[in-house]
């Protein structure tokens, strides 16, 4: 196979490949809203538009409705704050999925475990 038409076949594919994303719901939501994080305000073009995500309002990443009411632009930054303050949540909301006691994080120190002890024992030694 010639270089020629190697680089033919790559070209192809690039095409083909930016038509499926132009299709996609990243691609649509690009072209419905303007290139603009929805939390911090900030504008994106050219080679940072890639900083900038889909975010789906409702977490269902087959929810694509053709007006993108499930959709929201957000940058790297603030997508990765979204997601993190639903996990972080989880932990505080005991009626959640994510509340299961095998899912909490086990504590093996207890720093002030013989505080109350010490405590009580100055008290003691202070009446004295």
Not at 17 to 45: H, V
Request: proline share 4%; aromatic share 8%; charged share 40%.
């Amino acid at each position: 196979m010639s270089d020629k038409s190697r680089m033919d076949e790559i070209l192809e594919e690039a095409r083909r490949n930016r038509e499926i994303k132009e299709k996609s719901y990243r691609g649509r939501a690009l072209k419905l809203f303007p290139w603009i994080c929805a939390r911090c305000g900030r504008e994106f073009e050219g080679k940072r538009l890639r900083e900038l995500t889909v975010h789906h309002k409702d977490h269902d990443h087959d929810n694509n409705p053709p007006d993108g009411s499930n959709w929201e632009l957000l940058c790297l930054y603030c997508h990765d704050n979204e997601h993190s303050r639903d996990e972080v949540s989880q932990w505080y909301d005991g009626s959640s999925a994510g509340s299961r006691e095998e899912d909490k994080p086990t504590l093996t120190h207890k720093p002030f475990g013989a505080l109350g002890e010490l405590l009580n024992k100055m008290k003691i030694d202070e009446s004295k």
